[in-house]
């Protein structure tokens, strides 16, 4: 009897010592996909920023056109009197 709960036992230490191991592998992939993410929302933050940037850019272009075809409009009357 006390041999074969010895063995239970030694079983059972192997067991848990598996999945220990599993476990520290887990660990160690979800830290790594962890520093995955955060690199990937850092390159989204980025990117959001750029997209921002050129949008505002459009903007100030846009604004400056609309400029232009006004200017545009005054010289075409002016020189449509000469």
């Known amino acids: 009897m006390n041999n074969e709960v010895l063995d239970i036992l030694k079983r059972l230490e192997s067991k848990?010592?598996?999945?220990d191991t599993k476990f520290d592998r887990l660990?160690?992939?979800?830290?790594?996909h962890t520093q995955i993410l955060r690199a990937?929302?850092?390159s989204a933050e980025?990117?959001?920023?750029?997209h921002d940037k050129?949008?505002?850019?459009?903007?100030?272009?846009q604004g400056?056109?609309?400029?232009?075809?006004?200017?545009l409009s005054q010289v075409e009357l002016v020189?449509?009197?000469n």
């Open 16 to 19: 848990i010592v598996n999945l």
């Open 27 to 32: 660990e160690t992939k979800v830290d790594e």
């Open 40 to 42: 990937l929302e850092h």
């Open 46 to 50: 980025v990117n959001k920023a750029e």
């Open 54 to 61: 050129m949008a505002n850019d459009i903007a100030k272009i």
């Open 64 to 71: 400056n056109v609309t400029g232009i075809r006004k200017d």
């Open 79 to 81: 020189t449509a009197n």
